[in-house]
T-cell receptor, first 110, second 113 residues
């Protein structure tokens, strides 16, 4: 079967750094994506990793280790607007379908 | 281009009725996806089109669900004989680049009474 594991909830303080982990077990792997979804909103793309290593985009970075079937999303200088759910999603080799984790709700306290 | 649009935004129906949703993707995107999302869960893949061809359909999708993309532009998702378990947010997304970024519409929230 296909499964992605990520924590259900993470709490952090405004201005801090937080890491959201994702481990996956899938039949075939092409790349790992991260999406943000605010309550009542649609998912929006944050990052994509196909190769091992760190990808940085502003305050957000994403890391992938293919050998460990593991990735994480790192959010720096947290702002209240970052309060949202964050989803990791795996693209399977050979097609464009995404398999999604259940999401991590990020709660930010002032 | 204003992004992916979906209509209607909300649909309330009685069990056993048929419903149809529409998705208009970003115009230059050739791939279109349908997902279903329930509260506290990630989007669940339903089906995907490349141009007008339906290339993948989830094995979880019952025969009551059908999707079309007749001219490779907009798509429709029909659910026949709706059940209360069909209540969910139905999301449409499109992409057309190698960047692996899917652009999502605002979704259609279906409530089956």
């Amino acid at each position: 079967g296909q499964s992605l594991e990520q924590p259900s909830e993470v709490t952090a303080v405004e201005g801090a750094i937080v890491q959201i982990n994702c481990t996956y077990q899938t039949s075939g792997f092409y790349g790992l994506s991260w999406y943000q979804q605010h309550d009542g909103g649609a998912p929006t793309f944050l990052s994509y990793n196909a190769l091992d290593g760190l990808e940085e985009t502003g305050r957000f970075s994403s890391f992938l280790s293919r050998s460990d079937s593991y990735g994480y999303l790192l959010l720096q200088e947290l702002q209240m607007k970052d309060s949202a759910s964050y989803f990791c999603a795996v693209r399977i080799e050979g097609n464009y379908q995404l398999i999604w984790g259940a999401g991590t709700k990020l709660i930010i306290k002032p | 281009d204003t992004g992916v649009s979906q209509n209607p935004r909300h649909k309330i129906t009685k069990r056993g009725q048929n419903v149809t949703f529409r998705c208009d993707p970003i115009s230059e995107h050739n791939r279109l996806y349908w997902y279903r999302q329930t509260l506290g869960q990630g989007p669940e893949f339903l089906t995907y089109f490349q141009n007008e061809a339906q290339l993948e359909k989830s094995r979880l999708l019952s025969d009551r669900f059908s999707a079309e993309r007749p001219k490779g532009s907009f798509s429709t998702l029909e659910i026949q004989r709706t059940e209360q378990g069909d209540s969910a947010m139905y999301l449409c997304a499109s992409d057309g680049s190698s960047r692996n970024e899917q652009f999502f519409g605002p979704g259609t929230r279906l409530t089956v009474l």
